[in-house]
């Protein structure tokens, strides 16, 4: 499909004229005009205390939860009153400026990091002007219930039905909070998979959900930068529809993180667990 012309702008997408080609038959092809949902992409800027410390692509819509989230999953605050004021400046096709009051000792500390972020949606490291900055240490969290099996299906289940800009435009990620029953209580979009943990992230505080009990589901896979936000925010099981990498494997296991990946209908991958009951295993292999 080739956009022609963008045509109407909503929240998070706008509809284009595209002309879509499909083959009939071995060497006929057939064109047609037809609308389309593109999701949108926004240069979001994160201002605390005047000073601009990240640029982010990200999808412009739940601003207020991803202010706060990304500030908590990056450690720039360690808890949500220490945001005191957010100030929200659209500059049109320039983008957006979230503008954070934060506590003076969070400043400060957030100085003494230099650290200046211009992050595309996909990646979560870019930016870091050290190695040292790009793996940071994380601590061990409290040890919680992995979610069973059964509720990991039944959130699977539900995932579809409330990615609402997902369907319109199939380029969009997902995080969601769900009960230990599986049910999905709260959800974020993003075109970055680490926007949408932020968003979640920030959701989770500003409505002061439960977060000791649950876990986090994901459309993406589980890299390093999401165990990380996960592990700073003390949430204790994150469930991937994708796989893992490696240093995401090892860094749940140092901290303590229940990690779930490859999550589709009838099978999951336990990649780390602190539930230590035992499985009822093949005689030789998974088929």
Request: charged share 25%; glycine share 8%; aromatic share 4%.
């Amino acid at each position: 499909m080739v956009a022609v012309n963008a045509v109407t702008t909503q929240a998070g997408c706008r509809t284009a004229k595209v002309r879509v080609r499909q083959r009939r038959g071995p060497d006929t092809w057939w064109e047609c005009i037809q609308d389309d949902c593109l999701a949108d992409e926004t240069a979001i800027a994160l201002v605390y205390n005047g000073t601009s410390h990240a640029v982010m692509m990200a999808s412009p819509t739940d601003l207020e939860d991803f202010a706060l989230g990304f500030s908590l999953s990056e450690g720039i605050l360690t808890r949500a009153g220490e945001l005191y004021d957010l100030e929200i400046a659209d500059h049109g096709d320039r983008g957006i400026e979230l503008k954070l009051h934060i506590h003076g000792g969070c400043m400060d500390a957030l100085k003494r990091q230099h650290r200046t972020l211009a992050g595309p949606s996909g990646c979560g490291l870019c930016g870091r002007t050290s190695l040292t900055q790009a793996l940071r240490p994380l601590p061990e969290i409290a040890r919680k219930s992995p979610p069973t099996a059964e509720a990991v299906q039944q959130a699977l289940q539900r995932l579809g039905d409330h990615q609402h800009l997902q369907r319109r435009t199939g380029a969009i990620h997902a995080a969601a909070w769900c009960n230990p029953e599986g049910q999905l209580q709260l959800l974020r979009e993003d075109v970055g998979r680490h926007n949408a943990l932020d968003k979640l992230i920030g959701a989770l505080h500003r409505r002061q959900v439960d977060r000791d009990n649950g876990f986090v589901l994901v459309s993406s896979r589980a890299s390093y930068e999401l165990v990380a936000k996960m592990v700073r925010c003390d949430l204790g099981s994150l469930v991937a529809v994708s796989g893992a990498t490696a240093v995401a494997v090892d860094r749940a296991n140092h901290s303590g993180l229940n990690l779930i990946g490859f999550a589709r209908d009838g099978r999951q991958v336990v990649y780390h667990s602190t539930d230590h009951e035992p499985f009822q295993r093949y005689p030789d292999s998974i088929p």
